[in-house]
C-alpha cells in the first residue's frame, strides 16, 4: 500500500526534497519518502496527536515506520489539513495525502474540490501529488468521483490501482500540472514495487473501469453518499 501510495509520484520527480505529508500520522508513508536521500525537510499534517504520539514513541510502532518520526528533517503538526493547507505560504515538489477513506462529511470535505484547488496552489513547478482513493472494485463510483474531482480542480489526473492482500484491490490517484512520466527508477529495498511492473497499475480492467460521477463539491458532498451506499453493500455493519 504504502509503496504504490508514494512511490509513482516520488521517483517521478526529478529532484523531490520538499515533500507533504497530509494525514498518514502512521508514519508508514513518511517512512518510504525518507529513502530518497535529496529530500530535505518533510511536513506531516495529522489531524490526531496520539496517533502521531503512539508511531513515535510507542517501540513496537515505531520498528514498523522505522522511527520515521523522529528524523530530524520531519515535522509533525497537529491540525486539520484544510486549514492548515488553507493557511500555509508554503509550496512543496510532492504532496502525499492519506486521509481516511470518506465516510462522513468532515472528511469528505478532504477529497473535494476547493480542497484539491488548495492542493493545486501548493504544488512547487513541476510538482506532484498522490492521493489514496478507496477501492476501484468494491467502491466504483466513489474512486472514479475522487478522480474526476481532481481534475475538475485543474489537475491532470492519473488514477492507478493495486492488489493489496489485506485490502483487496486498491485505488489512487497520481495528480500534476503538467505531464506524468512513468519512473525510470525506485529507491533500493522496495518489497513490491518495480520499473517493470508500473505501467499495469494504471491499466484498468472492465469491472473497475470509469463510471459517470457527480464532482464532489463541499455543497454537495456526493462523495459520502456514493461510498456510504457501495460500501454498505459489501459490509452492511460499516
Known amino acids: ?25 502512521d508514519g508508514l508513508a513518511v517512512r ?16 490526531d ?3 502521531t504520539r503512539l508511531f513515535s514513541a510507542n517501540p513496537m510502532l515505531t520498528r514498523i515506520n522505522g522511527g520515521a518520526l523522529a528524523d530530524p528533517r520531519v515535522t509533525v503538526v497537529n491540525e486539520d489539513a484544510f486549514v492548515w493547507l488553507d493557511r500555509t505560504v508554503d ?19 478532504l477529497y473535494s474540490r476547493s480542497f484539491y ?4 496552489s501548493r504544488l512547487a513547478p513541476h ?9 476501484p472494485m468494491f467502491a466504483r463510483r466513489s474512486f472514479w468521483c475522487i478522480a474526476e474531482t481532481i481534475k475538475s480542480a485543474g489537475l491532470e489526473m492519473r488514477p492507478y490501482h493495486v492488489y493489496v492482500p489485506s485490502f483487496g484491490e486498491w485505488g489512487f490517484v497520481l495528480a500534476t500540472a503538467d505531464r506524468y ?4 527508477r525506485y529507491p533500493d529495498r522496495l518489497k ?12 484498468f480492467p472492465p469491472d473497475m473501469a470509469r463510471v459517470p460521477v457527480e464532482i464532489n463539491r463541499l455543497d454537495n458532498q456526493i462523495l459520502v453518499q456514493y461510498y456510504g451506499d457501495e460500501w454498505h453493500k459489501i459490509a452492511p455493519s460499516l
Open 1 to 25: 500500500y504504502h509503496e504504490a501510495l508514494v512511490h509513482p509520484a516520488m521517483a517521478a520527480h526529478p529532484d523531490p526534497r520538499r515533500v507533504l505529508v497530509l494525514g498518514g500520522g
Open 32 to 47: 518510504e519518502i525518507l529513502k530518497y536521500p535529496g529530500v530535505s525537510t518533510v511536513t506531516l499534517v495529522d489531524l
Open 49 to 51: 496527536p496520539e496517533m
Open 91 to 109: 509550496v512543496f515538489d510532492v504532496v502525499i495525502a492519506d486521509f481516511p477513506d470518506p465516510h462522513n462529511f468532515s472528511l469528505g470535505k
Open 117 to 120: 484547488r488548495l492542493l493545486k
Open 127 to 135: 510538482g506532484l501529488a498522490a492521493v489514496q482513493a478507496t477501492s
Open 181 to 184: 512520466d512513468m519512473p525510470t
Open 192 to 203: 513490491f514495487l518495480t520499473v517493470a511492473g508500473t505501467p499495469a497499475l494504471f491499466v
